[in-house]
Structure formats: structure tokens, C-alpha cells
């Protein structure tokens, strides 16, 4: 996206040289709120948990626990360098600023990418849990109905599409809330059941909290960091927010919160009515437990909970993906036609765009048995790539500290550790990596990730001899050096 010059404004803010076309304020402190815990509260917790469950055992509330503190400063991360310059639209703006142009390229497409595979994955979802709800539907429809209603919500304004994350968020809370007040009841009644007394000494009494040593523990991050994708949504949503100042660190300081209620309480209900060795991959954990309270509906409430789960993680996926087509259009990074807004405000090719690669969901459905295979091989890259769009985070950071130590001092939303912190989230990257790589299928995905490494390099490589590039190549090596020769003055 576009890069923000050296001169400086009297707020010690660095102005955009040219005047694209602006997106609205329209996102207030609700819907801002309910996207983070909407990105943060993922369809693999309702769907995803039994296997990390089955494969972890208890360890798996540490696995949660440790992903989430260690988001949490990627997440303080971007919300100081956001604040720094209100100018900046997404964290891929201050990546393309601190790091270069190459770094706005990167990551924009790169989370355009992530954004897509997994909006892609979700309508797949969508149409199978559609087909348990309504047995004989044919696939295609649901696939295509959601990629319609979705379009048709994001079409109008921003504050449509907030407003439905709102109540899909809204919805995935209330049934966490209503898991965790069931499972209470169970508990301290002392539920029984044909896996036994619900009770908190499930916990640790089939095998302790570590039943599958060190390697089953392992393995839980590797299938729990899934989890988290799209925690970072409020990022993307920075441009459009009323009010950052106020909303973003509010939303943020919120995560470990919503992580030690929504993940980490949820899965101690889970386990202290069922022992962690009766759980499956594949099998809702959350229809599992509500079945067996004797709550016979549930199991088509969940359904629905999780229908609505995909619905708000594929209307993520648009939104997010349209603003970064967007962003990169206005870059020259991307083709101009996307660079362009509807009389609402709404980039609307770029939605059309997001909606058309939806639409490869529906093909897949009907590509055979490998699909589910090759999707959880596919996904898996995503989340990776992900990892790429955090570390960037990160890394921006790192430069922000050295090159304007003034605007850091003068910040009010500090990132707390600072630079030591960097390196310890960088450590735990590092180690995630090394998990993918104990088990095949995901080992398969780590060696297929360069691919779109090598694509998108091969297309930078392009896109850079043009000589609006080289201008900005040039333009920010100049800032660049300005702003390191006034740090170092300013530290002798």
C-alpha cells in the first residue's frame, strides 16, 4: 500500500503525498468489539477442538493459553504502529513504510491469499453442515446462496457489513456462554453418564494434564494455532474505524480476556463432564455435550452456531479481502479497476473480485474424495502464511523503535516487553514451524509454502521495473536514510 513520506506534519505524523480514494469511519466501538472477538473465536473451536483434544489431552488448555499470550503482543504490536499514523489504512501500510515497498506487496497479497483459501474453506463448511441440516440439498446451493447474501451485506456500506459481524458474533458468544453455564450444571450435580461422574477431576485423573507426554502436547499447537486466524481482523478494519484512538486499544487489551473465557473455559467445561479420551476428530465437542445433558435440540442448534461461524469467518474473508485489493490497487500494486469506490464508500470490484474467487468453493465440492485431503493441505499453508503476516507485524515494529524513537516515546499504547518481547514471540514462531513439521500432512504443507513465496517474488520482480516503482523504491530509501541519521542524533 502506499508508503507515508519523511516530511513530517506539526503532529509528527507522516501525510499521504496523494489523495486516494478514502474509506468511511463507519465501524463503531460495538462492532469493533465484536469483530476482534469474532476473529479471534474461530470455527475450529467449536469443529476443531475435538481433535486437538484427542490428540493433546488436557495439556491442550496450556496450548490455548500460550497461543493467546503470545498473540496478544502481535496484536499490541499493530495497534501502536496503527496509532502512530492514523493515515495508515491496514498493517500492510506500515509494512510497505518501515520495511520498504516490497513489504506493503508481501503482505497484502499474502493475506489476500490466506483470506481466500480459507473464505474458500469455509463455504465448503457451509455446504456440509447446510447438508446436515437439510439431508439431500444439493451442495451447490448453500455454496452459492452464502456467497449472494454475503455480497449482497457487504454491497451497501461498511456499516452493513459491521453490523452483521456484530450478530455473528453476537451468536457464537451466546453459545459458548450457554456451554459453559450447561456443563456448571452438570458438574456440581454430578451428571451421570456411560464415560462416567462429569466432574473437575477429569481434568487430571486419565493420565494427568500431560497424558501424551511432550510430543502430544506438540502436537496440540499444531492443530490449535488454526484457532487464531483472523485475530488480527481489527487491523484491517483500522481505516474504517470511529474513533481508533479510543476503540482499537480498547478491543485489543481485550484478547486475553476472551482467550481465558471463550477457549480456555469452554474446553475445561468440556473435559470435566467428558474424560479428554472420549473425544474424536471430526466430532463437535459441542453437540457431544449438549446431547448429553439430554438437550435434543441441541445438536441442530449447534449445527446452526456452526453454520454461522463459517458464514461470519467467509464475510471476514471478503471484507478483508477487498480492502487489501484495495489498498494494493491505490499502491499500483495491483490493478487500478480495484482501486476504485462505490458512491457508499464500499470498494465494490474489489468485493466482486473476493466473491468470483468464492465461487472456486463450489467447483470443489464436486472434485471427489481427495478434496478433503488437499483442502487440509491447502489450509494448512494459510495458516502459515499467516505466521508470515504476524512475523511482518512484528518486524515492523522492530524498525518503528529504530527509526522513530520520538513517535514510540511520545505513543500512548505502548507495546508492552518491547523489543526483548519481539524476540520471544519470534522463539515461539520458530517452534510452531518445528511442530508442523512432526506430523506428515502438515510437514507436506510447510515444503509446499515457498511456492507462493516464489510466485509472489517472481511478480514483484515485474511489478518493480516499472518506473513508478523504482520512484518509490528511491523515494523510500531516502526517508529511510533521513529518518535512521535523525534517530542516531538524536541518541548521541
Same mark, same amino acid.
Given at each position: 500500500?502506499?508508503?507515508?513520506?519523511?516530511?513530517?506534519?506539526?503532529?509528527?505524523?507522516?501525510p499521504?503525498?496523494?489523495?486516494?480514494?478514502? =474509506?468511511?469511519?463507519?465501524?463503531?466501538?460495538?462492532?469493533?468489539?465484536?469483530?476482534?472477538?469474532?476473529?479471534?473465536?474461530?470455527?475450529?473451536?467449536?469443529m476443531?477442538?475435538?481433535?486437538?483434544?484427542?490428540?493433546?489431552?488436557?495439556?491442550?488448555?496450556?496450548?490455548?493459553?500460550?497461543?493467546?499470550?503470545?498473540?496478544?503482543?502481535?496484536?499490541?504490536?499493530?495497534?501502536?504502529?496503527?496509532?502512530?499514523?492514523?493515515? *495508515?489504512?491496514?498493517?500492510?501500510?506500515?509494512?510497505?513504510?518501515?520495511?520498504?515497498?516490497?513489504?506493503?506487496f508481501?503482505?497484502?497479497?499474502t493475506?489476500?491469499?490466506?483470506?481466500?483459501?480459507?473464505?474458500?474453506?469455509?463455504?465448503?463448511?457451509i455446504?456440509? *453442515?447446510?447438508?446436515?441440516?437439510?439431508?439431500?440439498?444439493?451442495?451447490?446451493?448453500?455454496?452459492?446462496?452464502?456467497?449472494?447474501?454475503?455480497?449482497?451485506?457487504?454491497l451497501?456500506?461498511?456499516?452493513?457489513f459491521?453490523e452483521?459481524?456484530?450478530?455473528?458474533?453476537?451468536?457464537?458468544i451466546?453459545a459458548?456462554?450457554? =456451554?459453559?453455564?450447561?456443563?456448571?450444571?452438570?458438574?456440581?450435580?454430578?451428571?451421570?453418564?456411560?464415560?462416567?461422574?462429569a466432574?473437575?477431576?477429569?481434568?487430571?485423573?486419565?493420565?494427568?494434564?500431560f497424558?501424551?507426554?511432550?510430543?502430544?502436547?506438540?502436537?496440540?499447537?499444531?492443530?490449535a494455532?488454526?484457532?487464531?486466524?483472523?485475530?488480527?481482523?481489527?487491523?484491517?478494519?483500522a481505516?474504517?474505524?470511529?474513533?481508533?484512538?479510543?476503540?482499537?486499544?480498547?478491543?485489543?487489551?481485550?484478547?486475553?480476556l476472551?482467550?481465558?473465557?471463550?477457549?480456555?473455559?469452554?474446553?475445561?467445561?468440556?473435559?470435566?463432564?467428558?474424560?479428554?479420551?472420549?473425544?474424536?476428530?471430526?466430532?463437535?465437542?459441542?453437540?457431544?455435550?449438549?446431547?448429553?445433558?439430554?438437550?435434543?435440540?441441541?445438536a441442530?442448534?449447534?449445527?446452526?452456531?456452526v453454520?454461522?461461524?463459517?458464514?461470519?469467518?467467509?464475510?471476514?474473508?471478503? *471484507?478483508?479481502?477487498?480492502?487489501m485489493?484495495?489498498?494494493?490497487?491505490?499502491?499500483?500494486d495491483?490493478?487500478k =479497476?480495484?482501486?476504485?469506490?462505490?458512491?457508499?464508500?464500499?470498494?465494490?470490484?474489489?468485493?466482486f473480485?473476493?466473491c468470483?474467487?468464492l465461487?472456486?468453493?463450489?467447483?470443489?465440492?464436486?472434485?471427489?474424495?481427495?478434496?478433503?485431503?488437499?483442502?487440509?493441505?491447502?489450509?494448512?499453508?494459510?495458516?502459515?502464511?499467516?505466521?508470515?503476516?504476524?512475523?511482518?507485524i512484528?518486524?515492523?515494529?522492530?524498525?518503528?523503535?529504530?527509526?522513530?524513537?520520538?513517535?514510540?516515546?511520545?505513543?500512548?499504547?505502548?507495546?508492552?516487553?518491547?523489543?526483548?518481547?519481539?524476540?520471544?514471540?519470534?522463539a515461539?514462531f520458530?517452534?510452531?514451524?518445528?511442530?508442523?513439521?512432526?506430523?506428515?500432512?502438515?510437514?507436506?504443507a510447510?515444503?509446499?509454502?515457498?511456492?507462493?513465496?516464489?510466485?509472489?517474488?517472481?511478480? *514483484?520482480?515485474?511489478?518493480?521495473?516499472?518506473?513508478?516503482?523504482?520512484?518509490?523504491v528511491?523515494?523510500?530509501?531516502?526517508?529511510?536514510?533521513?529518518?535512521?541519521?535523525?534517530?542516531?542524533?538524536?541518541?548521541?
Amino acid at each position: 500500500m502506499t508508503e507515508v513520506r519523511s516530511t513530517l506534519t506539526a503532529d509528527g505524523t507522516h501525510p499521504r503525498p496523494s489523495s486516494p480514494p478514502h =474509506l468511511a469511519r463507519s465501524l463503531s466501538n460495538r462492532h469493533i468489539q465484536l469483530l476482534a472477538i469474532g476473529g479471534a473465536i474461530g470455527t475450529g473451536l467449536f469443529m476443531g477442538s475435538g481433535k486437538t483434544i484427542s490428540v493433546a489431552g488436557p495439556s491442550v488448555i496450556f496450548v490455548y493459553m500460550i497461543i493467546g499470550f503470545m498473540l496478544f503482543f502481535v496484536m499490541r504490536a499493530m495497534g501502536q504502529l496503527l496509532l502512530s499514523n492514523l493515515n *495508515y489504512k491496514s498493517f500492510s501500510d506500515f509494512a510497505g513504510d518501515l520495511l520498504g515497498p516490497w513489504a506493503g506487496f508481501f503482505t497484502g497479497w499474502t493475506y489476500w491469499f490466506c483470506w481466500v483459501v480459507t473464505g474458500v474453506a469455509d463455504v465448503i463448511a457451509i455446504a456440509g *453442515y447446510a447438508n446436515e441440516l437439510w439431508p439431500g440439498i444439493q451442495l451447490w446451493v448453500p455454496g452459492v446462496a452464502t456467497i449472494i447474501i454475503l455480497l449482497l451485506l457487504n454491497l451497501p456500506t461498511v456499516k452493513a457489513f459491521g453490523e452483521t459481524e456484530f450478530w455473528f458474533a453476537l451468536i457464537k458468544i451466546v453459545a459458548i456462554v450457554a =456451554l459453559i453455564v450447561v456443563g456448571l450444571v452438570m458438574i456440581f450435580t454430578g451428571f451421570q453418564s456411560n464415560a462416567g461422574t462429569a466432574s473437575f477431576t477429569n481434568l487430571w485423573s486419565h493420565g494427568g494434564f500431560f497424558p501424551k507426554e511432550f510430543m502430544g502436547f506438540v502436537a496440540g499447537f499444531q492443530i490449535a494455532v488454526f484457532a487464531f486466524v483472523g485475530i488480527e481482523l481489527v487491523g484491517t478494519a483500522a481505516a474504517e474505524t470511529k474513533n481508533p484512538e479510543h476503540n482499537l486499544p480498547r478491543a485489543i487489551n481485550a484478547i486475553p480476556l476472551r482467550v481465558m473465557l471463550f477457549y480456555v473455559g469452554a474446553l475445561i467445561i468440556l473435559m470435566s463432564v467428558t474424560p479428554w479420551t472420549e473425544f474424536q476428530a471430526g466430532h463437535s465437542p459441542f453437540i457431544g455435550m449438549f446431547s448429553l445433558a439430554g438437550l435434543g435440540m441441541a445438536a441442530m442448534v449447534v449445527n446452526l452456531v456452526v453454520l454461522t461461524s463459517a458464514m461470519s469467518s467467509a464475510n471476514s474473508g471478503i *471484507y478483508s479481502t477487498s480492502r487489501m485489493v484495495f489498498g494494493l490497487a491505490n499502491d499500483g500494486d495491483a490493478p487500478k =479497476l480495484f482501486g476504485r469506490l462505490s458512491s457508499r464508500k464500499v470498494p465494490q470490484n474489489a468485493l466482486f473480485l473476493s466473491c468470483v474467487l468464492l465461487l472456486a468453493g463450489v467447483a470443489l465440492l464436486y472434485a471427489g474424495k481427495d478434496v478433503g485431503v488437499a483442502f487440509d493441505m491447502v489450509t494448512t499453508v494459510s495458516a502459515v502464511c499467516f505466521m508470515f503476516v504476524w512475523s511482518i507485524i512484528l518486524a515492523s515494529y522492530l524498525v518503528f523503535r529504530k527509526r522513530r524513537p520520538e513517535l514510540h516515546k511520545a505513543s500512548p499504547f505502548k507495546m508492552p516487553g518491547g523489543i526483548p518481547m519481539v524476540w520471544v514471540v519470534f522463539a515461539f514462531f520458530a517452534f510452531l514451524l518445528w511442530a508442523l513439521t512432526t506430523q506428515p500432512d502438515t510437514f507436506t504443507a510447510l515444503l509446499v509454502t515457498p511456492i507462493w513465496f516464489a510466485i509472489l517474488g517472481g511478480a *514483484y520482480a515485474v511489478v518493480r521495473k516499472s518506473p513508478f516503482h523504482q520512484a518509490r523504491v528511491a523515494e523510500w530509501k531516502a526517508m529511510a536514510e533521513e529518518e535512521t541519521v535523525a534517530a542516531e542524533a538524536a541518541a548521541v
